[in-house]
Protein backbone atom coordinates (compact mmCIF):
# COMPACT_ATOMS: atom_id res chain seq x y z
CA UNK A 1 0.00 0.00 0.00
CA UNK A 2 1.07 3.52 -0.75
CA UNK A 3 0.23 6.74 0.28
CA UNK A 4 -0.83 9.51 -2.26
CA UNK A 5 -1.45 13.22 -1.99
CA UNK A 6 -3.79 14.98 -3.53
CA UNK A 7 -3.67 18.86 -4.83
CA UNK A 8 -6.46 20.05 -7.08
CA UNK A 9 -6.53 23.34 -8.14
CA UNK A 10 -10.33 24.33 -8.83
CA UNK A 11 -12.05 28.32 -9.44
CA UNK A 12 -8.42 29.72 -8.10
CA UNK A 13 -8.78 27.70 -4.61
CA UNK A 14 -6.30 24.48 -4.00
CA UNK A 15 -7.59 21.42 -1.56
CA UNK A 16 -5.29 18.83 -0.67
CA UNK A 17 -6.14 15.04 1.11
CA UNK A 18 -4.25 11.82 1.22
CA UNK A 19 -5.47 8.65 0.93
CA UNK A 20 -4.20 4.62 0.92
CA UNK A 21 -4.28 2.84 -2.10
CA UNK A 22 -2.63 0.05 -4.15
CA UNK A 23 -1.98 1.86 -7.15
CA UNK A 24 -2.49 5.29 -9.11
CA UNK A 25 -6.13 4.30 -10.31
CA UNK A 26 -7.22 3.29 -7.47
CA UNK A 27 -6.09 5.65 -5.54
CA UNK A 28 -7.71 8.14 -8.09
CA UNK A 29 -11.20 6.31 -7.51
CA UNK A 30 -10.76 6.67 -3.79
CA UNK A 31 -9.45 10.41 -3.68
CA UNK A 32 -12.98 10.82 -5.69
CA UNK A 33 -15.32 8.98 -3.34
CA UNK A 34 -13.59 10.38 -0.32
CA UNK A 35 -13.66 14.42 -1.47
CA UNK A 36 -15.15 16.61 0.44
CA UNK A 37 -17.03 18.94 -1.66
CA UNK A 38 -18.90 21.12 1.31
CA UNK A 39 -15.60 23.07 1.67
CA UNK A 40 -15.19 23.87 -2.24
CA UNK A 41 -17.09 26.24 -3.97
CA UNK A 42 -19.21 25.68 -6.91
CA UNK A 43 -18.10 21.98 -6.73
CA UNK A 44 -21.36 20.17 -6.68
CA UNK A 45 -22.67 16.39 -5.25
CA UNK A 46 -23.88 15.93 -9.17
CA UNK A 47 -20.72 17.28 -10.53
CA UNK A 48 -19.15 14.72 -7.92
CA UNK A 49 -21.57 11.91 -8.52
CA UNK A 50 -21.31 12.45 -12.58
CA UNK A 51 -17.43 11.94 -12.27
CA UNK A 52 -17.74 8.86 -10.28
CA UNK A 53 -19.65 7.60 -12.59
CA UNK A 54 -17.49 8.41 -15.79
CA UNK A 55 -14.90 6.25 -13.86
CA UNK A 56 -12.06 8.37 -15.39
CA UNK A 57 -12.74 7.04 -18.54
CA UNK A 58 -11.01 9.35 -20.63
CA UNK A 59 -8.94 10.57 -18.16
CA UNK A 60 -5.09 8.54 -17.59
CA UNK A 61 -2.74 10.14 -14.80
CA UNK A 62 -0.23 11.63 -17.01
CA UNK A 63 3.40 11.24 -15.65
CA UNK A 64 5.14 14.51 -14.64
CA UNK A 65 8.69 14.68 -16.86
CA UNK A 66 11.43 14.85 -15.12
CA UNK A 67 9.99 13.08 -11.66
CA UNK A 68 9.41 10.03 -10.22
CA UNK A 69 5.66 9.25 -8.86
CA UNK A 70 4.16 12.30 -9.45
CA UNK A 71 1.19 12.56 -11.80
CA UNK A 72 -1.36 15.19 -13.34
CA UNK A 73 -4.81 14.72 -14.76
CA UNK A 74 -8.13 17.03 -15.54
CA UNK A 75 -11.32 16.26 -13.77
CA UNK A 76 -14.11 18.61 -15.54
CA UNK A 77 -17.08 19.77 -13.59
CA UNK A 78 -19.99 21.98 -15.19
CA UNK A 79 -18.12 24.92 -14.53
CA UNK A 80 -14.49 24.49 -14.75
CA UNK A 81 -11.49 21.65 -15.48
CA UNK A 82 -10.08 20.79 -11.75
CA UNK A 83 -6.09 20.28 -12.50
CA UNK A 84 -5.44 17.47 -9.92
CA UNK A 85 -1.81 16.57 -9.24
CA UNK A 86 -1.01 13.72 -6.93
CA UNK A 87 2.43 12.29 -5.38
CA UNK A 88 3.44 8.68 -4.59
CA UNK A 89 4.70 7.82 -1.54
CA UNK A 90 5.67 5.04 0.33
CA UNK A 91 4.31 3.87 3.89
CA UNK A 92 7.09 3.03 6.52
Known sequence: MFLYTFIMNYLGGVFVS?????????????????LDINRIEDFTEADKQSLIADDFSDEDPI???GCKNVWCFGARTSKELAVVN?????ME
Open 86 to 90: FIKTE
Open 63 to 65: LIE
Open 18 to 34: QVIACNEFDAMRIWLRE
